[in-house]
């Protein structure tokens, strides 16, 4: 986009000498003591419009157009020259319309969607809908909040793409043959990217991810040319912007993520070497992998607000955790050595040295939380209510359970290698336990859990059931 400065640098000089009033540098409307940017009009282009300060040549009031019931900006009055043909579809939900399809517009060289249609506002680009389109450009507006999975998958003539601030979920430009740059506005609302977005793009080289980002879903970049050159990698670790995506199987040891990181992308340490414990920064909101073979100790910063369900997959036998102070998202039970999601209190992850009974109120036992602890027994505390899948997998000095009544999901695996398990005691009756273990594991008088063999016995208050899966009423 060129922004044409009304008066030349000398101008801009000699006003700021001559008045000593002029906001050089200040993008905000309004400059130092006392100056205000005035201009007679917008200009404009197709994606955005801004403001030139008719007294010091500063752009200002710059952003993208703003639809509000209409296609014509509110703010300045550009109107999309919507195109003619394309295919639509009506949430009933939500009132408002996906763009589904290229429908008769399939000769068009540039593609116009519009930020209204029927009176509605267009907030989707649904998945596939531009699938092997043959369009080179392509104009979204500011009402568009998702674009679905290959929505621009495969158009093999785009080689550019902008997407709008108001965008929160992105997943669609993978395959692309020629396309060499996704731009994301400085104000964008970007919140997850999903799998394989970027993913074999042999010329994509340009993603500048915001740092609104909090998800980026594993096989990202697969394949991309940001992938595959190797000189878009740091000492084996590859960052777009301020996000880690990938670490190479060259690193192993203690792996320090570099400050500035905001998000840890799923399976980045999927082809790493033997790393024994990754140091968090700071900056760090987004984590969703992490990788630490014999680590004992874990600490998550104050700033993570999001952390995956699969993050923790292959940590197993930790001796503590610890949330710093200040974390308005997560806590460690006051010093228990877990890690407990605040705001649903679910536990997330627990230590062979996690202190029972569990924090109040806590209501949900993640998957793989204590998988490969080695306690020899513990008791769930009254209140939860579902236990992941694998949640005790591979605890083999695990000898005796207690749980609780108020269980309603028990997860499959869930006492996997657990080769030294003798006894769980059901807090319930062996009524409740049937219903609640036909509706968790599909047993059927008999029928025992597919993921393992269930070789303990089950202790109900008033009856016992036998070991072998076998429910006696």
């Known amino acids: 986009m060129n922004r044409k400065l009304l008066i030349s640098a000398a101008a801009i000089s000699a006003l700021c000498f001559a008045f000593g009033l002029a906001a050089c540098g200040n993008e905000t409307g309004n400059g130092e003591n006392g100056h205000v940017h005035t201009a007679e009009a917008f200009g404009s282009d197709e994606d955005v419009h801004w403001k030139v300060c008719t007294d010091c040549g500063e752009t ?15 703010e300045c009055g550009y109107t999309i020259p919507e195109t003619a043909g394309l295919e639509y579809e009506l949430d009933e939900e939500t009132d408002t319309y996906a763009v589904t399809g290229i429908g008769t517009a399939g000769a068009e060289t540039k593609i116009y969607i519009p930020a209204y249609h029927d009176g509605k506002a267009v907030t989707v680009i649904d998945y596939g809908a531009f699938f092997e389109c043959n ?3 392509v104009k979204i507006p500011s009402t568009v909040e998702r674009i679905e999975g290959s929505a621009f998958g495969d158009c093999n003539s785009l080689t550019e793409l902008k997407v709008p601030d108001s965008v929160t979920f992105f997943q669609g430009v993978g395959g692309n043959a020629v396309l060499k740059s996704v731009t994301f506005g400085k104000n964008s609302k970007l919140e997850e990217v999903g799998k394989a977005t970027f993913g074999y793009c042999p010329e994509l080289t340009d993603v500048n991810l915001p740092d609104s980002v909090r998800l980026i879903e594993d096989d990202t970049f697969e394949e991309s040319k940001i992938y595959t050159d190797k000189s878009f990698w740091t000492d084996g670790i590859l960052y777009v912007g301020n996000h880690m995506i990938a670490v190479d199987e060259t690193v192993s ?8 990181t905001k998000t840890i992308a799923e399976a980045a340490f999927l082809y790493s070497g033997d790393v024994t414990e990754v140091v968090l920064p700071a900056s760090l909101v987004g984590l969703h992998d992490y990788k630490g073979e014999g680590l004992k100790n874990l600490t998550i910063p104050k700033n993570v607000e999001i952390i995956g369900s699969n993050a923790f997959n292959d940590i197993h036998d930790l001796d503590h955790i610890t949330v710093e102070s200040g974390n308005a998202f997560y806590n460690d039970g006051n010093g228990s050595d877990c890690l407990i999601e605040t705001a649903t209190n679910k536990l ?11 924090s109040a109120g806590v209501t949900e036992i993640c998957a793989h939380a204590f998988s490969g602890c080695t306690f020899e027994s513990f008791t769930i505390p009254d209140g939860v209510t579902v236990i992941g899948s694998i949640a005790f997998s591979g605890c083999s000095a695990l000898t005796s359970v207690e749980i609780p009544a108020s269980v309603t999901s028990l997860g499959y695996g869930l006492f996997s290698e657990c080769t030294a398990l003798k006894n769980i005691v059901f807090k319930g009756s062996v009524n409740d336990w049937k219903a609640l273990t036909e509706k968790s594991w599909g047993w059927d008088s008999g029928t025992e859990d597919p993921t393992q063999e269930i070789t303990f016995t089950i202790s109900c208050n008033d009856g016992t059931v036998s070991k072998d899966g076998t429910v006696i009423s």
């Open 60 to 74: 200002f009031a710059d952003g993208d157009h703003v639809y509000k019931g209409s296609n014509t900006c509110t």
């Open 135 to 137: 369009f080179t450009a």
């Open 253 to 260: 040891g203690k792996v320090t993520v570099r400050e500035g």
């Open 348 to 358: 997330v992850l627990g230590s062979n040295n996690t202190k029972f009974p569990l």
